[in-house]
């Protein structure tokens, strides 16, 4: 799933094609924030635990509001996060349901006190007295059949969302409701049984807080969201907490059994791309998976992209990836590569992996422009004979008596054309050097040219009759 994703929905009678531009998570809600293609429009995908609920051309977004909330405090994500994908897989996604039928089908599905939250998120649709009034009747129906402490869940979470609602704040402190009302005031633990609903709110609002985002990731557990938990085992690893290794291995614990190694792939490069720091052990799995799926390019930007020393352990990984990608298709990658190597490389490894690269930057950009690139490691490994034999051409390049040596050293690193070049120049300024011919007549040849080679071959044979 990439930024290039589509969403088809059929809205008035006529096709709208929508482009997703953002994801969010926060509460139990995931919501799309997607534009028409002329980027004039912006539309919400609202979901709740993944099942989808409807969308919404939105112009404006109420200052409080549910859905404004969500937008700034929630788990904000890319289109290339595997969650997306999940969504728009696992929904259809085809139309934007009207709030009416959407409503009778929540409260089929959902417990009073979810559907009342469900119900929150459209406030910025609907008249705020009306959905108070719809969540007060919850309150009021469980007060009639003597279940205090659900009503005063709903008394909570009207509360909560919306604290000027003078009824529901004298409800709330009624003393029928004041043993409740302690429960709250107590610890998160206490509620995990009585208001789950409540304790994963509280926990998304304290997701800096590693306790809460233990208890978050057991209430996931339980109640098998699994792709929810990965997208906060998503958010924990990318924000990089001390609990770096029992979330990484929470999050190896819960990737679907089906998932091929490509999803697998894709959801552990989410994380190591957004990550300010690198986290080994991830690195490690995430750069076997690539190089099994021979993803050079994406392996290269995974070990280069926080600018840090090339370590022994991922330097074989380098050294293959170099090997086997198509360089000169990706010269830009090689010009930016920001690549230094650790000092525990030796020079004879690094003399492996720059008989690859030197050559494909001389094709590419030059002589003037490779020295140039190469001088960092030149005092790094002064020794190296790729580097020796770039230095000197560096040296020798604009010396007319070395063009013979020059056209040499060019034809070792596999540069046909440059090599070609020196050789006819040297054959100016000595029009009887014999060993310049021989070397026009074997270049020609290995580069297909057999006319040109068949001319300095006749040269050749000439000048050795007439000596």
Not at 241 to 253: I, R, S
Not at 435 to 442: M, Q, Y
Request: charged share 20%; hydrophobic share 35%; with cysteine.
């Amino acid at each position: 799933m990439t930024n290039e994703t589509i969403i088809t929905i059929q809205h008035e009678k006529q096709q709208l094609l929508l482009k997703p531009m953002s994801l969010y998570v926060y509460q139990g809600f995931q919501v799309i924030e997607a534009f028409n293609t002329e980027l004039s429009e912006c539309y919400y995908l609202l979901f709740y635990k993944t099942s989808y609920l409807t969308g919404k051309c939105t112009t404006k977004i109420k200052r409080i509001s549910r859905l404004s909330t969500i937008l700034q405090k929630g788990i904000k994500l890319t289109p290339t996060h595997p969650l997306l994908s999940h969504l728009l897989t696992n929904n259809r996604v085809h139309t934007f349901p009207s709030l009416n039928p959407l409503w009778e089908k929540v409260q089929k599905k959902y417990s009073p006190l979810e559907a009342a939250n469900i119900l929150t998120i459209f406030d910025s649709y609907m008249k705020k007295d009306k959905i108070m009034k719809v969540i007060k009747e919850f309150a009021l129906q469980f007060r009639r059949e003597g279940q205090l402490l659900h009503t005063y869940q709903v008394l909570h979470l009207l509360v909560r969302f919306y604290p000027t609602f003078k009824w529901a704040n004298e409800m709330a402190k009624q003393l029928q409701y004041q043993s409740y009302h302690s429960l709250y005031q107590s610890k998160i633990t206490t509620l995990m049984t009585k208001d789950p609903l409540y304790v994963e709110q509280y926990c998304y609002e304290h997701l800096d807080d590693e306790k809460c985002l233990s208890i978050l990731s057991k209430i996931l557990i339980k109640e098998a969201r699994i792709t929810e938990l990965l997208c906060l085992s998503t958010h924990a690893l990318i924000h990089s907490t001390t609990n770096d290794k029992a979330n990484y291995k929470q999050l190896l614990e819960h990737l679907p059994t089906d998932y091929t190694n490509s999803e697998k792939a894709d959801f552990l490069s989410y994380i190591a791309l957004h990550r300010t720091s690198q986290h080994d052990e991830l690195s490690k799995d995430l750069l076997t998976l690539l190089k099994k799926q021979e993803r050079y390019e994406e392996a290269l930007l995974l070990l280069t992209k926080n600018g840090k020393p090339i370590s022994i352990a991922n330097f074989p990984y380098l050294l293959e990836i170099v090997v086997h990608m198509d360089l000169t298709t990706h010269v830009n990658i090689v010009e930016s590569l920001n690549l230094p190597l650790s000092d525990g490389i030796s020079p004879k490894q690094a003399q492996a992996l720059f008989q690859v690269i030197v050559p494909i930057l001389l094709k590419e950009k030059g002589l003037d422009y490779t020295h140039q690139w190469l001088e960092t490691y030149y005092r790094q490994y002064p020794t190296a004979p790729i580097l020796l034999k770039i230095k000197k051409m560096a040296a020798i390049k604009d010396d007319p008596d070395q063009m013979y040596a020059l056209g040499e050293m060019y034809y070792q690193m596999k540069q046909l054309n440059d090599a070609v070049e020196c050789f006819n120049w040297e054959l100016e300024l000595n029009p009887t050097n014999i060993n310049s011919i021989k070397w026009l007549t074997k270049l020609y040849l290995e580069m297909g040219m057999i006319e040109e080679s068949k001319s300095y071959q006749y040269m050749y044979h000439n000048l050795q009759k007439g000596s």
